[in-house]
């Protein structure tokens, strides 16, 4: 593990990775398939992308389905988005795609990383490829979108603007995927702030009115500043923050500016389009490796847009913007999903 200096964390270098690829630990011996034969026409490539809520939810599954639009109007591909929300469901829809000729199943979430990894080695012509996730075949690989690094950068504001000094964020789900965005987001406020409270919450789903009363008891135990990655849940931390005095939130992987007006600090936007585009010229192009690929702020795939309706001091814009750029150079390494250990060390050196 590096060193610990002021503002730095340690983790693995993820910025060398170009046009949002990366290494991984995957086997030595890891080969693509057999390349297939060209179709005949675009339209003869079937892809699907299962997704875990709505598409329309204005956050991370909307993204997915969004993605896949642009992929179907780019290249002319047959894209199919579908509902999943459970193992068995990602399993079952996946299993029908692949024995379908779809050529990729993609797998919103690392939740699909397991349920793919039991099925994939049954549907060699078929790629499979998860957001998330750590499970890596022959053809199955994650595509990790690193939005930690945003997170961290929320954090640095929330831990310099928080005038109780008490934090909070709601949680999805209990894996890394999820874990490492709220993880990313207290390290970046203790960064600033060590001494500050934080309490933390994980969902039984990612329900909006679960998240509701979840952080409208958060914000009565004194927290200021809230983060929630649910999904579909994360309308009722906005409908709670909206209807309290003196508490900011910010939105995580989509625009959130209007759900809560003048109370939205700052988006973290994942270009998810990148993630599926790459992948999908790789493996047309029979290029694509059983690696993990990254998707960072140094490969222009994570941003964060700050509301321009909230005041934000001037010592807090030159603290986030300093905080952006040495991520993106590699002087601050973020732990991702696979560096949780790391990331929990360096949370208790601030306890």
């Known amino acids: 593990m590096k060193k610990l200096i002021p503002l730095i964390l340690a983790g693995a270098m993820l910025l060398g990775a170009a046009a949002c690829g990366g290494g991984s630990s995957a086997p030595a011996n890891s080969k693509a398939p057999e390349a297939s034969a060209p179709a005949a026409q675009a339209s003869d490539v079937k892809i699907g992308i299962l997704i875990p809520g709505s598409p329309t939810d204005g956050g991370f599954s909307q993204q997915g389905a969004e993605a896949g639009k642009k992929l179907a109007s780019t290249y002319g591909y047959t894209v199919s988005t579908v509902e999943a929300g459970t193992a068995d469901t990602i399993k079952s829809e996946a299993e029908t795609m692949a024995a379908d000729g779809y050529k990729i199943v993609f797998g919103h979430g690392g939740q699909c990383s397991a349920p793919f990894a039991e099925i994939c080695e049954d549907y060699p012509d078929t790629w499979f490829v998860t957001f998330g996730g750590t499970e890596i075949r022959d053809n199955l690989f994650p595509v990790c979108m690193c939005a930690e690094e945003g997170t961290y950068i929320l954090g640095v504001a929330a831990g310099m603007m928080t005038k109780s000094n008490n934090i909070a964020y709601t949680l999805g789900g209990d894996y890394p995927a999820y874990t490492k965005t709220t993880m990313g987001f207290v390290l970046g406020a203790k960064s600033v702030n060590p001494s500050l409270k934080v309490q933390e919450a994980v969902?039984?789903?990612?329900?909006?009115?679960?998240?509701?009363?979840?952080?409208?008891?958060?914000?009565?135990?004194?927290?200021?500043?809230?983060?929630?990655?649910?999904?579909?849940?994360?309308?009722?931390?906005?409908?709670?923050?909206?209807?309290?005095?003196?508490?900011?939130?910010?939105?995580?992987?989509?625009?959130?500016?209007?759900?809560?007006?003048?109370?939205?600090?700052?988006?973290?936007?994942?270009?998810?389009?990148?993630?599926?585009?790459?992948?999908?010229?790789?493996?047309?192009?029979?290029?694509?490796?059983?690696?993990?690929?990254?998707?960072?702020?140094?490969?222009?795939?994570?941003?964060?847009?700050?509301?321009?309706?909230?005041?934000?001091?001037?010592?807090?814009?030159?603290?986030?913007?300093?905080?952006?750029?040495?991520?993106?150079?590699?002087?601050?390494?973020?732990?991702?999903?696979?560096?949780?250990?790391q990331a929990a060390e360096l949370l208790a050196s601030y306890k």
């Open 203 to 341: 969902l039984s789903s990612p329900d909006s009115n679960e998240c509701y009363e979840t952080t409208m008891n958060q914000i009565n135990s004194g927290a200021d500043f809230i983060l929630s990655n649910s999904n579909e849940g994360q309308a009722g931390a906005m409908k709670a923050v909206t209807e309290s005095d003196g508490v900011y939130t910010f939105g995580c992987l989509g625009n959130f500016f209007d759900m809560a007006p003048g109370k939205v600090l700052g988006n973290i936007i994942g270009d998810y389009s990148i993630g599926y585009d790459n992948a999908t010229k790789a493996i047309m192009d029979s290029t694509a490796k059983a690696e993990i690929m990254y998707l960072t702020i140094a490969n222009g795939c994570i941003t964060v847009d700050w509301n321009p309706d909230v005041e934000m001091p001037d010592d807090v814009k030159a603290a986030v913007e300093q905080t952006m750029e040495d991520i993106k150079s590699g002087k601050i390494d973020v732990p991702n999903e696979y560096e949780q250990d």
